[in-house]
């Protein structure tokens, strides 16, 4: 059995002072960087959007942040600019250790977002994260990070679906909470068979 610990989106920009603060957001890279020696593998995702990122509220005339919007691949919610390739909010936490195993990065194509690190939100197009775990014999995952409600929530199901063995630790996760999607990310988790610990 070999364990990684997954650290969801652990970026400026969903941390206070960042573009898509997520309240607490910074609280959690301590006991982050103190569960990796826990792990045989340790894996980092990074939010990376093109400047012109079709899940800006900016590049749509008629909406703002936080919006909804029917895309070609399904509903999406549109964010403030945020995570854009190359630039201070899309780094790491400074405070966060980096030397993981894998950086994958997500939400670099301009006209889809990707919440899950497995799957882009059309939910068929991979992002090629189950093809290293699975080459690596990784069964058994560990969530951490931003946001609980959105990546950390898309991710954790896409996981289980997949077959792997998934734990979220609520405690190192901080959360969004738009419109009560904290405790219906907390029901789909469940209900896809994830270990809330
Ligand atoms: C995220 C909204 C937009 C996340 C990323 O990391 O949860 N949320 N992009
Ligand atoms: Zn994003």
Redesign the pocket.
């Known amino acids: 059995m070999t364990h990684a610990l997954l650290v969801?989106?652990v970026?400026n920009d969903?941390c206070p002072g960042g573009a898509?603060a997520?309240p607490g957001g910074d609280e959690i890279v301590a006991p982050i960087n103190a569960m990796m020696e826990d792990f045989d593998a340790v894996i980092l995702?990074q939010?990376w959007?093109p400047a012109d990122h079709s899940?800006f509220a900016s590049r749509h005339d008629d909406k703002n942040p936080f919006d909804m919007k029917d895309m070609h691949y399904g509903p999406q919610?549109l964010?403030p600019d945020?995570?854009v390739q190359g630039t201070e909010g899309a780094n790491f936490h400074p405070d966060l250790n980096t030397h993981a195993d894998l950086v994958i990065r997500k939400?670099f194509r301009e006209g889809i977002?990707s919440?899950s690190a497995f799957f882009e939100n059309d939910q068929t197009t991979p992002t090629g994260l189950e093809g290293y775990l699975r080459t690596r014999g990784i069964t058994k995952l560990t969530l951490v990070?931003?946001?609980?409600?959105?990546?950390?929530?898309?991710s954790a199901v896409d996981a289980a679906r997949l077959g792997f063995e998934v734990t979220v630790r609520m405690d190192a996760c901080r959360a969004?909470d738009l419109d009560e999607s904290l405790a219906a990310a907390e029901t789909a988790m469940r209900d896809a068979g994830v270990t809330l610990s």
Do not use: M, N, P, R
Request: proline residues 0%.
């Open positions: 969801i989106d970026q969903f898509l997520v995702t939010d959007h899940s919610v964010w945020h995570c939400g977002d919440y990070g931003l946001a609980t409600d959105f990546c950390v929530h898309f969004i």
